[in-house]
T-cell receptor
Framework: DAGVIQSPRHEVTEMGQEVTLRCKPI?????LFWYRQTMMRGLELLIY????????DSGMPEDRFSAKMPNASFSTLKIQPSEPRDSAVYFC????????????FGDGTRLSIL | DAKTTQPPSMDCAEGRAANLPCNHS???????VYWYRQIHSQGPQYIIH???NNETNEMASLIITEDRKSSTLILPHATLRDTAVYYC??????????FGQGTELSVKP
């Protein structure tokens, strides 16, 4: 079975540019999560969706960040405008809705803002 | 803030059992204990979870104390590929995981 698929794997762009990260969850999973990992702050939850609806976006750092889930098989995390401090590894994860189910993570997008 | 406390690092000899402790003294009755690990530059990988009974799967065993205030993850025969950061997480319904700093396990030949 295909796992969580993220693209691109690496992104290098200049400050001020718009960045779009993409995620395809595991088919049938009802929850989708976006995380950010840095050396200073570790692994942080940014936002999560249930059945394509955002449930908790309290981890989104500021208005420059936005996330959408237009359908059950696709989600995007957008940063506009990007800043050097946004450099991090961004992970997407998905899980089943029912019960206490584990999350399955993608391989991440390594983002560098110059 | 994470609700768990783990040692920052541990060493283990290859082929021996690795026992990773976790303290979660403020755990609530409806909260599970989850263990994930992260091998360098990869996404976190689910290992095991439990509520109050001990659990075992093909990867590891989870021992939870009777008062549920602490647990131990056991890798019965550690290999070099088990070198990773291991996260102990307490979570209730809704699937929101809060990762702490974890334990960096180094398996040495």
């Amino acid at each position: 079975d295909a796992g969580v698929i993220q693209s691109p794997r690496h992104e290098v762009t200049e400050m001020g540019q718009e960045v779009t990260l993409r995620c395809k969850p595991i088919s049938g999973h009802d929850y989708l999560f976006w995380y950010r990992q840095t050396m200073m702050r570790g692994l942080e939850l940014l936002i999560y969706f249930n059945n394509n609806v955002p449930i908790d976006d309290s981890g989104m750092p500021e208005d420059r960040f936005s996330a959408k889930m237009p359908n059950a098989s696709f989600s995007t995390l957008k940063i506009q405008p990007s800043e050097p401090r946004d450099s991090a590894v961004y992970f997407c994860a998905s899980s089943w809705a029912t019960g206490y189910q584990p999350q399955h993570f993608g391989d991440g997008t390594r983002l560098s803002i110059l | 803030d994470a609700k768990t406390t783990q040692p920052p690092s541990m060493d283990c000899a290859e082929g021996r059992a690795a026992n990773l402790p976790c303290n979660h003294s403020t755990i609530s009755g409806n909260e599970y204990v989850y263990w994930y690990r992260q091998i360098h530059s990869q996404g976190p990988q689910y290992i095991i979870h439990g509520l109050k009974n001990n659990e075992t799967n093909e990867m590891a065993s989870l021992i939870i104390t009777e008062d549920r205030k602490s647990s131990t993850l056991i890798l019965p025969h550690a290999t070099l590929r088990d070198t990773a950061v291991y996260y102990c997480i307490v979570s209730s319904a809704g699937g929101k995981l809060i990762f702490g700093q974890g334990t960096e396990l180094s398996v040495k030949p």
